[in-house]
């Protein structure tokens, strides 16, 4: 083992941080509703190339197949952005509502050259600096609304998660409106991001709980790894991962064929404002769940979201003759809770994880969890091209089933109070 990390002693947390006057409530709420507003703009762009899928695969001649790179080069993006501002220790050199101004930029630009792509080749390397951006962007805002939360945590990183969520849902609403063409919502969504980070930037102040920084190393997520608590956080982030953003990517598809089997209209109205309503049902499912996972544990949160967004999964596919109403109240269902444990599992390292090396093992976690997320992204329409939309949403259901044994394992598990001064989770 290297030297210097043997010589650091048993996993255990950091002193807390010094007191500083409480924070009154107003003030606490205003920043949390400033900086998830911010949160609700800048994420617009990240589904903007799925929002507008059909349109693209029109004039471009893609594929289903084809058509998913448009998203999975914003998560691989995302992961090498925020690895590689880790490493580099950017948080150190710049504040968070700084790097999320700088993230905003950089995605509304990377974003808009969708727009002047004369194909999928050419769009590709734009959507992956979008992803690259955005991760200036996610996690610093979560940081950001920590220094103001010591009690409610839960319950507000449920909403700075809703608030994503609703983000990434935005694209779908603007396209809903009908008769737009398709760069307009491109061109819409980039002004809509970079109207988040400049609201950050200049209307949000920092909180008062600020706590100490570290550079990214894997040799300490590894080592933080070694508590079980960790350990089985992240094996549920893996299988939430697993569901959410191939569910998020194409239920607008879903949907859309759902529409035309039944002879119905399948206008890109009916089917935005559809993917939008089941998407941003997940921001209701997120402040619920931050609500239960204080009031009943993380664990217990994210096993009851697993359990019904995994059943959902397991059967939705398989019910399209039944026609578009009963799958939209299924999907409501579904976006309510594929997304409510999402700061669950992260929460837990913040608590269990030895302090030190919080920011590690999160950067870990994150990039395990969303480039897992590649791969069903790509695989979803392959299996649905062969097999059907049945079989393709039942090859999610995996992911919750295996967090859902994890929170079961992690509940039995001793619990370890969170100590107030940890790192904020990176989604």
Do not use: C
């Amino acid at each position: 083992m290297e030297k210097g990390i043997e010589d650091r002693g048993p996993l255990t947390a950091a002193p807390t941080s010094p007191e500083v006057a409480p924070v009154s409530d107003e003030g606490r709420w205003r920043a949390l509703g400033l900086l998830g507003l911010a949160m609700v703009l800048s994420m617009a762009t990240w589904f903007s190339a799925a929002a507008v899928l059909p349109q693209l695969r029109a004039n471009w001649n893609l594929s289903r197949v084809a058509g998913s790179w448009l998203t999975i080069m914003v998560q691989i993006g995302f992961v090498v952005g925020a690895v590689g501002s880790a490493y580099l220790g950017l948080a150190d050199r710049l504040s968070e509502r700084r790097l999320m101004l700088l993230g905003a930029v950089g995605a509304a630009l990377a974003n808009a050259g969708l727009a002047v792509s004369g194909g999928l080749i050419t769009a590709l390397p734009f959507r992956f600096l979008v992803g690259v951006s955005l991760a200036g962007v996610y996690p610093p805002s979560l940081k950001a609304m920590s220094t103001w939360f010591r009690r409610d945590r839960g319950t507000a990183l449920g909403v700075m998660v809703g608030a994503l969520t609703l983000g990434s849902a935005l694209p779908h609403l603007v396209n809903g409106f009908g008769g737009l063409d398709w760069k307009v919502v491109v061109y819409a969504t980039s002004l809509l991001t970079l109207a988040g980070g400049l609201l950050a930037e200049f209307l949000v102040e920092d909180g008062p709980y600020r706590f100490p920084t570290a550079r990214f190393d894997w040799r300490d997520a590894r080592r933080a790894l070694a508590a079980r608590g960790v350990r089985l956080s992240t094996l549920g982030y893996v299988g939430h991962m697993w569901e959410l953003y191939a569910m998020w990517a194409w239920f607008g598809a879903f949907f859309a064929d759902v529409l035309a089997r039944d002879g119905g209209d399948v206008s890109t109205v009916a089917v935005g404002l559809a993917t939008f309503s089941v998407i941003g049902a997940g921001a209701l499912g997120s402040w619920a769940g931050g609500a239960i996972s204080d009031r009943r544990g993380r664990a217990e949160a994210a096993g009851i979201s697993m359990a019904f967004s995994g059943t959902v999964a397991a059967v939705i596919g398989f019910l399209a003759p039944t026609g578009p109403w009963v799958v939209l109240a299924l999907g409501l269902v579904w976006g309510f809770w594929v997304v409510a444990d999402s700061a669950q599992f992260s929460t837990v390292v913040t608590e269990q994880a030895d302090q030190r090396f919080v920011g590690s093992v999160l950067t870990a976690q994150l990039a395990a969890g969303f480039i897992l997320s590649v791969f069903t992204i790509f695989l979803v329409p392959v299996v649905r091209d062969s097999l059907g939309w049945g079989w393709a949403f039942l090859m999610l259901a995996p992911g919750p089933a295996l967090g859902l044994w994890a929170m079961n394992s992690l509940r039995d598990h001793d619990r370890v109070v969170a100590v107030p001064s940890s790192l904020e989770p990176a989604p």
